[in-house]
């Protein structure tokens, strides 16, 4: 049996305490003991192959052979490039530098560990256990340089530890070992590759410089240096996230994990390994905001295209990353975080969002603002301004996709996304109906959906307060002056925040907190909507609260827990740098 390698390394930690890397077809959840607590291959929504996160098999693990030791980390300046830090009792220093080779390839895996001994010397245990589904490792062979394996599948190469055994690992079957020693300024390179394409193909190269060098440059290619917004650094690992979770494909994953509970109840724990339209909508934003490099802009676009294209009125709010349909909600079989259950698959797949709609044709139009409209945008938006005309009276989910309701936000973002394409998209003739039809959602809506003091209430059987309602009129549904707008603000204000942190709406009648956590993304949206209404100081004082509610690495999860200072729900959630990103673009102007 291997000497107890990762026992502790492997019980769940609190979620501020994980770094991503990720190349944008699947990601690594990096834990603070060296740790890979998460991954799944070959995609995002596929089974994991690294599930210690959730109470399941596989994992690999890399940290110094000591007793004592204390965890620190930090994201180089440009891309998931994770450096994990590790001072041991003996005063000696422990660095390895972690990534997921890009340029990516969807059924090809390759992740760079460089372990380096910093100050002092260092002796450093390695175990590795590759559950592709939960199948154990078998046909392990020692072919000088590389070890060779399966699981399930999957192919398994692992370079730079030619002296591992074959141990028994956690929880039984067969997992490679080793332990080595390096002198201060030395370092070693483990690179691991995961393989489930055609076995015919040839070898790739595992040469670890040149695997680190086309890293560094694709990263460096993606991320521009955001020094013209007010915070350069978080909107470069902004960037970062939301390139690293977009697929080829070009859908991006809303999170890289699954069943991370908002609360410790049965229920409150979602897969967010898909990619939703709204989300996607959200990045285009952000980027079109920052002006940097179009390509997350033009492939969000082109994803939301297809769908409509593709579905018409059965648009689904939600598509795996590639534009399948969304499995169903299941139990996966793993025991789960601490408080939740492990589920698999998402209920949205069958929901009607509106809003939806009214978000991919902002989309749309934004795109063909900042960088090109082909015949495909154009003929989507068409269609999505038909489907609006046909199908804005009937009851949805919502953005927040509880109960079928007709909601304020989801007719307000119509509105607002037929006026921008009237702008940008349409032909004359469109554009008069389609201005019309907006003009005609807002009347009916103004009559339905006022609540007290003039504000937007939730829907129009439902009075209650709702920081959605804040997105519209940043998005052109509303002219900031509209008293509308400026009484939904003060009403947010006075009743969804606390401590500065802003939550969704009020559950029943418990205080705020309860139910849920305060939820980051409505944090920024604050931010911009005190922004359009000209208070510079709140608004810069808002974003500052809000964007401390990061994990110790940078990363945001869906919701904040402001009595507890802990992260809930999933992490990354790619909605929430979205924001951060804009929301830094925009307070710089």
């Known amino acids: 049996m291997v000497n107890d390698p990762g026992t502790h390394a492997c019980l769940p930690k609190a979620l501020r305490d994980y770094a991503l890397i990720a190349d944008g077809e699947r990601g690594v959840l990096v834990g603070p003991h060296g740790e890979y607590a998460w991954m799944c291959f070959p995609h995002w929504d596929s089974a994991p192959v690294f599930a210690s996160l959730l109470g399941g098999p596989g994992g690999y693990l890399l940290q110094p052979d000591c007793e004592r030791f204390v965890w620190g980390g930090y994201y180089e300046d440009r891309g998931l490039i994770w450096r994990s830090r590790w001072v041991t009792g003996a005063g000696s220093i422990v660095e390895c530098r972690e990534a997921l080779a890009r340029p990516a390839r969807r059924d090809r895996a390759v992740i760079l560990r460089r372990c380096r001994a910093v100050r002092g010397g260092a002796r450093v245990r390695v175990l590795l256990d590759v559950r592709a589904g939960g199948p154990r490792m078998r046909n392990l062979h020692h072919h000088d340089p590389d070890w060779t394996a399966r699981s399930g599948g999957t192919r398994i190469r692992w370079r730079g530890a030619d002296e591992a055994l074959v141990r028994e690992g956690p929880g039984g079957g067969a997992a490679l070992a080793v332990t080595f020693d390096l002198a201060e300024g030395e370092s070693r390179d483990l690179v691991l590759e995961l393989d489930g394409g055609a076995p015919a193909q040839p070898p790739a190269d595992l040469d670890p410089d040149a695997l680190w060098d086309a890293t560094e440059r694709d990263w460096r290619r993606a991320v521009p240096s955001c020094g013209d917004t007010i915070a350069p650094r978080d909107a470069r690992l902004a960037y970062s996230v939301l390139t690293g979770l977009t697929s080829q494909a070009g859908g991006m994953a809303a999170a890289a994990t699954t069943a991370l509970p908002e609360r410790s109840d049965r229920g409150r724990n979602f897969d967010y390994r898909y990619a939703w339209l709204r989300d996607q909508a959200f990045a285009g934003h952000a980027v079109a905001a920052h002006g940097g490099p179009p390509h997350l802009l033009r492939t969000a676009a082109g994803f939301a295209a297809a769908r409509i294209l593709a579905d018409g009125d059965r648009l689904r709010p939600a598509y795996t990353v590639t534009g399948g349909p969304v499995p169903r909600q299941r139990d996966s079989g793993l025991p789960g975080y601490p408080g939740g259950t492990a589920v698999t698959g998402n209920r949205a797949r069958g929901q009607w969002q509106l809003d939806a709609l009214g978000e991919s044709l902002l989309l749309l139009a934004v795109a063909a603002e900042h960088d090109r409209a082909d015949p495909d945008i154009r003929k989507a938006a068409r269609v999505a301004a038909d489907v609006i005309g046909r199908r804005w009276s009937e009851p949805g989910a919502g953005i927040w996709e509880t109960e079928d309701r007709l909601w304020t936000h989801s007719r307000l973002m119509c509105v607002a996304g037929l006026r921008r394409a009237a702008r940008v998209l349409a032909g004359p003739a469109e554009t008069a109906a389609w201005n019309s039809l907006a003009d005609a959602v807002l009347a009916e ?67 705020l907190g309860v139910a849920e956590g305060a939820f980051t993304l409505c944090g920024f949206f604050l931010a911009l909507a005190e922004h359009r209404q000209g208070e510079t100081a709140r608004a810069l004082g808002t974003f500052e609260r809000t964007r401390s509610g990061a994990a110790t690495s940078g990363l945001f999860a869906e919701e904040y827990d402001v009595k507890q200072r802990q992260l809930r729900g999933n992490i990354p959630q790619a909605f929430v740098h979205a924001l951060l990103l804009e929301t830094a673009s925009r307070l710089a102007g």
């Not at 925040?497 to 418990?510: A, H, I, L, T």
Request: charged share 30%; hydrophobic share 35%; aromatic share 6%.
């Open 445 to 511: 809506t103004g009559r339905t959906a006022l609540g007290p003091g003039g504000r937007w209430k939730r829907a129009t059987d439902d009075d209650r307060v709702d920081a959605a309602l804040l997105i519209p009129p940043l998005r052109g549904a509303l002219p900031a002056g509209d008293p509308r707008t400026a009484a939904t603000l003060r009403a947010v204000r006075a009743d969804l925040v606390e401590e500065g942190f802003v939550y969704r709406y009020r559950v029943g009648g418990e205080p």
